[in-house]
């Protein structure tokens, strides 16, 4: 009698936990040597992603819209990096692994809304590519600074309005079985399969959203350069054609180091049980990577940033020239006259 007013008390209202635990690291082998690496990786993160929206901040010529997509993009790898790294700090080093409840939805949604975000911005770069070559006569009438910020922003919108909804479905579930998440911050999966109520929603929304941000993505970035290897082939000279290509080249990099490892988890998952740390290594890897190679493989690596840097090298350099041939002039008692 006593098992069935539980089950019906547990159907008729909402059992939270107050924390829940992450596994983490805790059985990964080698775990702080894993860390350091990871630390690395937050460092160079912070540092180019820091630089380069400074950079399209305060140059005034940088405020076009290809470059509206690269900081979005920048912002989106600070914040799902922060919102990740905190996490991986107070399993490692404190050997914490409890989080409360309200916290770890909070984790739960800036992760992957800022993971939805990178996935939209790489495609909005494609696009970018894709009218640039293919149109470039009209490229500047079509993409425009109008255009590409009502672009960037219905993302974001959408993107949150996605993940309110997903957090919405989560908290009406009931988690009176296990609190035990098997990853190393709150992911959605890991979470809503833990629940002792239906959870039909939460995976049903979990599918749409591997369609969203995955699937439909790659298949959109798939057919731009399919329509730019098309136009390329119009162009007569083997020069024109890897002129154009080496503009592509770095985005293509972005595009494999994010969506590639995520489909090596994912698709494998559907058939098979995948290892427990090999699973939370391809997870770390593919959150983790790809926001610190954006900076250095394409946004730092763009002509016209390369060209900023480059003046302000000059500039700082001239700065500390001039006064010291002045100084040493003093000196010498030599009167230097400068231009």
């Given at each position: 009698?006593?098992?069935?007013?539980?089950?019906?008390?547990?159907?008729?209202s909402?059992?939270?936990?107050?924390?829940?635990h992450?596994?983490?690291?805790?059985?990964?082998?080698?775990?702080?040597?894993?860390?350091?690496?990871?630390?690395?990786?937050?460092?160079?993160?912070?540092?180019?992603?820091?630089?380069?929206?400074?950079?399209?901040?305060?140059?005034?010529?940088?405020?076009?819209?290809?470059?509206?997509?690269?900081?979005?993009?920048?912002?989106?790898?600070?914040?799902?990096?922060?919102?990740?790294?905190?996490?991986?700090?107070?399993?490692?080093?404190?050997?914490?692994?409890?989080?409360?409840?309200?916290?770890?939805?909070?984790?739960?949604?800036?992760?992957?809304?800022?993971?939805?975000?990178?996935?939209?911005?790489?495609?909005?770069?494609?696009?970018d590519?894709?009218?640039?070559?293919?149109?470039?006569?009209?490229?500047?009438?079509?993409?425009?600074?109008?255009?590409?910020?009502?672009?960037?922003?219905?993302?974001?919108?959408?993107?949150?309005t996605?993940?309110?909804?997903?957090?919405?479905?989560?908290?009406?579930?009931?988690?009176?079985?296990?609190?035990?998440?098997?990853?190393?911050?709150?992911?959605?999966?890991?979470?809503?399969?833990?629940?002792?109520?239906?959870?039909?929603?939460?995976?049903?929304l979990?599918?749409?959203?591997?369609v969203?941000?995955?699937?439909?993505p790659?298949?959109?970035?798939?057919?731009?350069?399919?329509?730019?290897?098309?136009?390329?082939?119009?162009i007569?000279?083997?020069?024109?054609?890897?002129?154009?290509?080496?503009?592509?080249?770095?985005?293509?990099?972005?595009?494999?180091?994010?969506?590639?490892?995520?489909?090596?988890?994912?698709?494998?998952?559907?058939?098979?049980?995948?290892?427990?740390?090999?699973?939370?290594?391809?997870?770390?890897?593919?959150?983790?990577?790809?926001a610190?190679?954006?900076?250095?493989?394409?946004?730092?690596?763009?002509?016209?940033?390369?060209?900023?840097?480059?003046?302000?090298?000059?500039?700082?350099?001239h700065?500390?020239?001039?006064?010291?041939?002045?100084?040493?002039?003093?000196?010498?008692?030599?009167?230097?006259?400068?231009?």
């Amino acid at each position: 009698m006593s098992g069935i007013i539980y089950q019906n008390d547990t159907a008729n209202s909402l059992v939270r936990p107050d924390f829940f635990h992450i596994s983490g690291f805790s059985n990964l082998p080698h775990a702080k040597f894993y860390f350091i690496f990871l630390c690395l990786v937050y460092a160079v993160t912070v540092l180019g992603n820091s630089l380069v929206t400074f950079i399209i901040y305060i140059h005034h010529s940088l405020h076009t819209p290809k470059y509206m997509a690269i900081f979005s993009l920048a912002i989106a790898d600070l914040g799902e990096s922060t919102a990740i790294f905190p996490n991986v700090v107070q399993n490692i080093i404190f050997n914490t692994q409890q989080i409360t409840y309200g916290a770890c939805l909070a984790n739960m949604f800036f992760v992957h809304f800022f993971n939805s975000v990178q996935s939209v911005m790489l495609t909005v770069l494609a696009y970018d590519r894709f009218v640039a070559i293919c149109f470039p006569l009209r490229y500047h009438s079509i993409v425009t600074n109008t255009s590409m910020g009502i672009i960037v922003t219905v993302g974001w919108i959408f993107n949150c309005t996605y993940m309110i909804v997903g957090m919405i479905f989560i908290i009406k579930l009931s988690f009176c079985k296990s609190i035990v998440i098997d990853s190393y911050f709150c992911d959605h999966g890991p979470i809503y399969r833990l629940a002792c109520n239906d959870n039909t929603p939460s995976r049903t929304l979990a599918k749409v959203y591997i369609v969203l941000h995955l699937f439909l993505p790659m298949f959109v970035i798939s057919l731009s350069y399919a329509s730019i290897l098309l136009a390329l082939s119009k162009i007569a000279s083997w020069e024109g054609r890897l002129k154009a290509l080496k503009t592509c080249f770095s985005h293509l990099i972005l595009v494999s180091v994010f969506y590639i490892p995520i489909l090596g988890l994912y698709i494998p998952a559907l058939y098979i049980p995948i290892d427990p740390s090999a699973r939370i290594i391809n997870t770390s890897l593919s959150y983790c990577v790809p926001a610190m190679l954006n900076p250095i493989v394409y946004s730092l690596n763009t002509a016209e940033i390369k060209e900023f840097v480059k003046k302000m090298f000059r500039r700082n350099r001239h700065k500390g020239i001039v006064p010291t041939i002045v100084k040493q002039g003093r000196n010498t008692g030599i009167c230097c006259k400068i231009f």
